[in-house]
């Protein structure tokens, strides 16, 4: 049983169908258990097919078990190429009939096999307020910076690493006793807040730029 998803009759007449999402994810988990927990709370309109997971330690793992999603494990080591891999990716999504590809701390740079088959309906999530600080280890360059507030940012995944349209930002302040740790969780408060919404309006403009283009 995906998460999320309705009983027959359950669906008003004049609700869209619920958004069906592949999530991506290398690590615990959180930002997938946080758009779980929209789902259940009826604020993002969605169901959860399948999560996707490259590391076969990911706590993610535990957590989709738990919310009684089901989980794939792909380890990319056992695939020669990263676009081996990504082709696998998209025929796993397409078999669970995802709409959208939800990456929650996918820790992997993606490639145009995947891109092209869910081309403009692929979201990321990054800790950062981009196009400021883009990359790894964005927490640890926010604070050698010495930047005063950072934050993180949603967007549609293109081809570069964290250079795609922006869908949705939260800003965080960084405080002068601040660890990478501290600054990660208070950011982390925002992913799991935004993440959501962010799902929504992508889905949403996608939808009515569909609705739009000439017959």
Same mark, same amino acid.
């Given at each position: 049983?995906?998460?999320?998803?309705?009983? +027959?009759?359950?669906?008003?007449?004049?609700?869209?169908?619920?958004?069906?999402?592949?999530?991506?994810?290398?690590?615990?988990?959180?930002?997938?258990?946080? !758009?779980?927990?929209? &789902?259940?709370?009826?604020?993002?309109?969605?169901?959860?097919? $399948?999560? !996707?997971?490259?590391?076969? =330690?990911?706590? $993610?793992?535990?957590?989709?078990?738990?919310?009684? $999603?089901?989980?794939?494990?792909?380890?990319?080591?056992?695939?020669?190429?990263?676009? #081996?891999?990504?082709?696998?990716?998209?025929?796993?999504?397409? *078999?669970?009939?995802?709409?959208?590809?939800?990456?929650?701390?996918?820790?992997?740079? $993606?490639?145009?096999?995947?891109?092209?088959?869910?081309?403009?309906?692929?979201?990321?999530?990054?800790?950062? /307020?981009?196009?400021?600080?883009?990359?790894?280890?964005?927490?640890?360059?926010?604070?050698?910076?010495?930047?005063?507030? =950072?934050?993180?940012?949603?967007? /549609?995944?293109? /081809? &570069?690493?964290?250079?795609?349209?922006?869908?949705?930002? #939260? #800003?965080? +302040?960084?405080?002068? *006793?601040?660890?990478?740790? *501290?600054?990660?969780?208070?950011?982390?408060?925002?992913?799991?807040? &935004?993440?959501?919404?962010?799902?929504?309006?992508? #889905?949403?403009?996608?939808? =009515?730029?569909?609705?739009?283009? +000439? *017959?």
């Amino acid at each position: 049983n995906r998460l999320g998803s309705e009983q +027959p009759g359950d669906q008003s007449s004049c609700q869209p169908p619920p958004i069906k999402l592949g999530i991506m994810a290398s690590g615990s988990g959180s930002n997938f258990e946080a !758009i779980a927990q929209a &789902i259940e709370r009826k604020e993002l309109n969605a169901t959860i097919e $399948v999560v !996707i997971y490259n590391n076969p =330690t990911a706590t $993610v793992a535990q957590r989709a078990m738990r919310l009684g $999603v089901p989980s794939k494990l792909m380890d990319h080591r056992t695939y020669e190429t990263r676009e #081996a891999l990504d082709n696998a990716i998209a025929a796993q999504l397409k *078999t669970d009939q995802v709409d959208w590809v939800i990456m929650a701390g996918w820790m992997r740079r $993606v490639t145009q096999q995947l891109l092209s088959a869910f081309q403009g309906r692929i979201l990321n999530i990054h800790p950062s /307020l981009l196009p400021s600080i883009p990359g790894i280890r964005a927490v640890e360059q926010a604070l050698a910076a010495q930047v005063k507030i =950072t934050g993180c940012s949603v967007h /549609l995944v293109e /081809l &570069i690493v964290d250079s795609g349209p922006i869908i949705m930002q #939260a #800003a965080v +302040p960084v405080l002068p *006793t601040d660890t990478p740790a *501290t600054l990660q969780a208070r950011i982390q408060v925002q992913e799991h807040r &935004i993440f959501p919404q962010a799902i929504a309006i992508a #889905a949403h403009q996608a939808n =009515t730029s569909f609705e739009q283009q +000439p *017959t």
